[in-house]
C-alpha cells in the first residue's frame, strides 16, 4: 500500500512564527504535491515537485515556500505565518507522469494564531 | 487550464437510496483524463477512478458506476444503494494529458447519508 504520511494532524503556530511541514511517501514517487483546502474553495495547489531539488508553483504559492532535498521527503515552509494561512494542507505522491492517480496523507490541520 | 463545477454543495438522502453527484467540466484539449476522489470524515483523500477521454464507456465497479458523457462535458458519480460509509465530500478533477499537467480539483460535493 502507498503511504504519504505528515508529521503533524494538528498544529498551532504564532502570527510571525516560520513553520514546517513536513511530507513523506514511501512508494518511490517522483511527483509530490501540497494543497491547501479551505471550506468552499476546494483543494488548491500551493506547490508542486517533480524531482528532487525541482519545484513548480502552483495555484497560489504566495507566502510558501518548498524544499525537496530527497526523493521521499517534500517539505512546505510558511517563512512568517499568517492568519489567513489557518487551512487543512494536505500532501500527495504519484507516479511520473503527472496524470497518475495521487496518493494523499492525512493531512495537517494548522491554525495561526 | 482546465475548470470543474460541481454544482451540488451538500446532498442528504436516505440510506438505500441511489444518489447522482454532478460534475461537468471545461477544457480546451483533445485529451485528458478525468478523476474522482472521496474524502471521509478522517480527512485522508482517497483515489475512485481515473478516465481518459477516448473512453467514453460507462464504468461500474460494485455500488459505484460512473457516466461520462462528452459531448455535454460531463463526468457523472452514481452510488447505487447507498450506505452510511458512502458520506463524504466527493471531488471531481480534470487534468490535460499533455505535459506536466497537474489536477484542478472541484469544489466538491458533501454527501450526507441518512441512516
Known amino acids: 500500500d502507498v503511504k504519504v504520511t505528515q508529521s503533524s494532524r494538528y498544529l498551532v503556530k504564532r502570527t510571525g512564527e516560520k513553520v514546517f511541514l513536513e511530507c513523506v511517501q514511501d512508494?518511490?514517487?517522483?511527483?509530490m504535491f501540497w494543497y491547501r483546502q479551505d471550506p468552499g474553495l476546494g483543494l488548491r495547489l500551493i506547490y508542486f515537485s517533480y524531482d528532487v531539488k525541482m519545484k513548480e508553483k502552483g495555484d497560489i504559492p504566495e507566502g510558501y515556500s518548498v524544499s525537496r532535498e530527497k526523493k521521499e521527503r517534500f517539505s512546505l515552509i510558511l517563512e512568517s505565518a499568517s492568519t489567513n494561512q489557518t487551512s487543512m494542507y494536505l500532501c500527495?505522491?504519484?507516479?511520473?507522469?503527472?496524470?497518475?492517480?495521487?496518493?494523499f496523507g492525512p493531512g495537517t490541520r494548522l491554525t495561526v494564531t | 487550464a482546465q475548470k470543474v463545477t460541481q454544482a451540488q454543495t451538500e446532498i442528504s438522502v436516505v440510506e438505500k437510496e441511489d444518489v447522482t453527484l454532478d460534475c461537468v467540466y471545461e477544457t480546451r484539449d483533445t485529451t485528458y483524463y478525468l478523476f474522482w476522489y472521496k474524502q471521509p470524515p478522517s480527512g485522508e483523500l482517497v483515489f475512485l477512478i481515473r478516465?481518459?477521454?477516448?473512453?467514453?464507456q460507462n464504468e461500474i465497479s460494485g455500488r459505484y458506476s460512473w457516466n461520462f458523457q462528452k459531448s455535454t462535458s460531463s463526468f457523472n458519480f452514481t452510488i447505487t444503494a447507498s450506505q452510511v460509509v458512502d458520506s463524504a465530500v466527493y471531488f471531481c478533477a480534470p487534468v490535460s494529458n499533455f505535459g506536466n499537467e497537474k489536477l484542478t480539483f472541484g469544489t466538491g460535493t458533501r454527501l450526507t447519508i441518512i441512516p
Open positions: 478516465r481518459n477521454s477516448f473512453d467514453e
Open positions: 512508494m518511490d514517487h517522483e511527483n
Open positions: 500527495a505522491s504519484s507516479s511520473q507522469p503527472s496524470q497518475h492517480e495521487q496518493y
